[in-house]
C-alpha cells in the first residue's frame, strides 16, 4: 500500500483504495491492501483501516455481491468453468471472512478504542448480514440469523487471558433486543461448553467473563406486545421461537444450568447466590431444578449459607420445596460471626420471615431466641439494637416462650441448663432455661442498649417492633446520633453550691480547721 505522509495520510490512502474497489470490481485486489492496513502496529491506523472495512463490506453485503450459501473452497472456484462473477462473489466471500477473523482478533488489542471499534463492527456485520443472509432458507419464512459471525463475538468476549469487563459493558447495550439475548444465552451455552470440554483447570479470567456476561442478561417480567429486534426481517413471523418469551426462559435457564454444573471459584458461588433470588429464579422455566445447587450451598456453611437462604426461601415459599433439617442448619448458623458478615442484613430479615410463622413449635422459637441472647453478650452495640428487638418479637408471636423471661413457679436454677453446643434446637434445652442475658445486658455500658434489653421487664405489647429500620446499622450511625442528641444547657451537680474550700461558717470541718 502507497504511504502519504501527511496527517491523516494512511486514511486518505485507505478512503481511495474503497472508492476503487467500490467502483470497479477490476480494482478487487486492494481489498489485500486494505487488510493488511489491519495487522497495522499503531492503533490509529488500526481503527482506520476497521472503519474503512466496515465501509466497504457494509455497502457489499447490502449490494449482494458477496456469495450466498455454503462457501466452497477458494482455490476449487477459481481453477473451475464457473463465470466471472461467481469467483468474484466466492472471492469476495473468503476476504470478508478474513476481516471478520482479524476484528475478532482485534477484541483482545492492548487500546480500548480498538477493541470498542471492533466489536461495533462486527454487531453492524452481525445487523447488516441477518437482513442480507448468506445462507440459504431451508423453507419460506425460515429465521436466519449469523451464527457463525455471532460465535466469533461470543468467543472474544469470553476470554480465557484478559479480563473483558469493560467490553463486556458496552456489550450489554446490546442485549436490550430479544434476538441478541436469545442469541447471546445460545452461544454462550456453546463457549462454555468448549472450554471445559477435557480441560482439567479454567482459568479464573474465563469464569469471571462469563459470570459478568451471564449475569447482564435479563429477561421481561411478562411477554411484551411486538418483540424488539436488533436484526430486521422484511417479514419477521410469531411463529419464530426468538419472539416468544417461554423460549427464552428455557434458554435463560439452559444458559445458567450449563454454567453453575461446573466447578467454581467460591468467589462467584457467592456473586451468583446474591443475585440468584431477584435475577435468576424469578426467569427460570423451571425454578426447581435449582433444588441441589441452594441446597448444596446452603450445606455448605459459613457465609455461602447465608447467602443461599435467599433462593431457597423463594423454593420453600413459592414451590413447595421441603427441606426437614432447614431449621436445624439455620440454626447452627448462629454463630458469633453472623454479627460481622457483610450479609447480616439478609440474614436477619429472612431469618425473621422464616421465624415469623405461629405454627413453629415452642422448643425451636426457644432454641433460637436462647441462642441469640447468648450471642449477644458479645455482639457489637449495632448489632444489639436489631437483635433485642428480634428476640423480643419472637417472644410476642409465642406467648408460650414467655417463661423464658417470667416463671413465676419454676424451679431455682444453680446452673443453666441450655447447651450451646448441641446442635439441634430440639435437644438444646432451651425452654428449661431463661434469658438471664438480657437482664444482664441491662447494665451494658450504652445507653441504648440497656433501654432495650428492658423491654422484658414490662408486659410486651400484641404489635411487634419493626427491625427494618436496624437491619443496616452501622457503627458510624450509632455514634452520629449519640452525638446529635440534645443535652440540657445547664448540667446539676449538686442540690447546696460549696461556699470556699472548706465549706460554710457553721460546718464542722471550718470550726476546727483553718487556711491560716
Known sequence: MERDRGPGGAGRVLGRLLEAVLASRGEANAVFDILAALQSEDPEEIQEAVRICSRLFGALLERGELFVGRLPSEEAVMTG??????????????RYHSCRNRLGELLAHPSFQVKELALSTLMKFVQLEGSHPLEKPKWEGNYLFPRELFKLVMEGLLSLEEDRALLLSQFQEYLEYDDIRYHTMQAAVGVVARVTDGQAEVPLTFWNNTFMLLSAVSLPRQEGNTPSFYVKHAEPSDKWKVAHLKEHRKAFQL?????????????????VLVIMHDSILPHLAQPTLMMDFLTSAYNIGGAISLLALNGLFILIHKHNLEYPDFYRKLYSLLEPSVFHVKYRARFFHLADLFLSSSHLPAYLVAAFAKRLSRLALTAPPEALLMVLPFICNLLRRHPACRVLVHRPQGPELDADPYDPREQDPARSCALESSLWELQALQKHYHPEVSKAASIINQALCVPEASIAPLLELTPYEVFERDLKK???????????PAVGLLGRQEDLCAQYFSLS
Do not use: C, D, N
Open 81 to 94: 468453468s464457473q463465470g466471472a462473477t461467481h469467483k468474484y462473489k466466492v472471492w469476495m466471500r473468503h
Open 255 to 271: 444458559m445458567w444450568l450449563s454454567f453453575l454444573k461446573h466447578k467454581l471459584p467460591v468467589s462467584l458461588y457467592k456473586k
Open 486 to 496: 440534645k443535652v440540657p444547657e445547664q448540667v446539676p451537680l449538686e442540690f447546696i
